[in-house]
């Protein structure tokens, strides 16, 4: 089967653009099946950097097709402004398509994502206040603008109407905010409309045509297993599934068109915003620091110091069956290239009994001890190799020790932020 399904194993940021981007060389599309604008992408190609939110990672590739699929939703302004942004970089975005069944992100929906993590408090989510959850709270409530409703006119219209008198009694009354202007975002949204139009169609049938004349189709998920809305650390999770499940619905390909599965692992862990993080380091040695500015951990979207801390390996091993992973893309080796010694996390204890799974309570997670694992530092550059066989013995035991407590075998290796600085043991396509 000539399709690749691309997701973070982790809580996001394991350097999913560049996996994708890499492998987009050989495919005919990239398609996104899940989150919006909440999703950052950095990717390098020639040592120019492009950071994406919203377009799929294939973008720098003329000949490929991009499809933002139906599971995703679409934040017009943002959407616009990445494209001309890449035009002005000489990336002219022509075969973009988007889903005319994705959901529209209004401008409501940023301001209750504010008003509702303020009100939370100290047990804020943690979200980018990019209106994303309110965005797929109106989805399922069945309430929500889908892209076909932006490209007509009165059905907008209608619609906006009716959400907006609803949005503007919970934020005036509730949470004693300003109220919108129907007009102001009825002008600014057909503005958007005009100019998306000539990307929006039925992406059901782009997929279906990709299969049945056989090309290679790239999924590309944003977030990551343990954001999932399902799978993962709720509530301090995204609002959409990022898993592998996700890449069907959220694209309107049939599962049986589902191929191979690649879950992206950075080699070390990391986490933005509240929730639970069993292998976080406090920096009592500064070790966490080192690898947040070597790694330059940093959200994309919002800036945020990532969280840091050692690799937990049992999170890998629950991805891995969660997600049928067919092999594992390690990232970021070369951040670890001067730490004097390592640790892993292969398993978890409560109350001094070994745990075969992840607790799904919160509470009892906060109480876990991590079973650690002690590696030798390799101290040696990494980046510039090529070959697995090439990488430091140390490095080798280190990965080596990842497949194995994760039950899958690795098939890439990043040692570096460009494409060349990627080292391939299985070619999925």
Request: glycine share 10%.
């Amino acid at each position: 089967m000539s399709s690749v399904v691309v997701l973070g194993a982790q809580w996001g940021d394991e350097g999913k653009g560049k996996i994708v981007d890499y492998l987009a060389q050989k495919a005919d599309a990239v398609v996104r099946y899940s989150g919006g604008s909440n999703a950052g992408h950095t990717v390098v190609a020639n040592d120019v950097s492009y950071k994406l939110r919203l377009l799929p990672s294939g973008v720098l590739f003329e000949d490929k097709i991009n499809v933002l699929g139906n599971g995703v939703v679409i934040n017009p302004g943002v959407v616009l402004d990445e494209i001309e942004g890449m035009k002005a970089k000489g990336i002219p975005c022509k075969n973009l398509v988007i889903s005319d069944r994705a959901h529209v992100v209004l401008p409501y929906h940023q301001r209750l994502d504010e008003l509702q993590e303020a009100a939370l408090g100290a047990k804020k989510i943690g979200t980018t206040k990019g209106g994303i959850g309110p965005c797929y709270m109106d989805k399922v409530a069945r309430v929500g603008i889908r892209m076909c409703d932006l490209m007509e006119l009165d059905t907008f219209a209608a619609k906006l109407e009716a959400n907006l008198r609803a949005k503007n009694e919970i934020i005036t009354k509730i949470y004693g905010g300003e109220p919108f202007e129907y007009i102001k975002i009825l002008k600014e949204y057909l503005n958007y409309s005009e100019r998306l139009r000539p990307y929006v169609e039925d992406t059901f049938v782009v997929m279906d045509e990709l299969f049945r004349a056989k090309k290679k189709v790239l999924f590309e998920g944003a977030q990551a297993t343990f954001l999932d809305i399902d799978h993962g650390t709720y509530p301090y999770v995204t609002s959409s599934n990022p898993t592998a499940g996700n890449a069907a619905t959220g694209s309107g390909a049939g599962p049986r068109n589902i191929g191979h599965v690649i879950g992206v692992v950075k080699a070390y862990t990391t986490r933005v915003g509240e929730g639970p993080f069993v292998t976080e380091l406090f920096d009592t040695d500064g070790l966490g620091m080192k690898i947040r500015e070597r790694g330059h951990e940093y959200g994309t979207v919002t800036g945020r110091p990532r969280r840091c801390g050692w690799l937990d390996a049992l999170m890998v091993h629950y991805s891995a069956r969660l997600n049928s992973l067919s092999s594992l893309a390690i990232t970021r080796l070369d951040i670890l290239d001067k730490m004097p010694y390592l640790k892993m996390c292969v398993g978890y204890k409560l109350d001094g009994k070994l745990l075969k799974r992840i607790p799904a309570s919160l509470k009892t997670l906060a109480r876990v001890e991590p079973i650690y694992e002690e590696f030798d530092g390799w101290m040696e550059d990494t980046s510039g190799i090529r070959k697995y066989k090439d990488l430091p013995l140390a490095a080798r035991r280190y990965l080596d020790r990842i497949s194995q407590v994760a039950g899958v075998e690795i098939g890439i290796v990043s040692v570096g932020p460009n494409r060349e600085q990627t080292i391939v043991l299985k070619d999925p396509f």
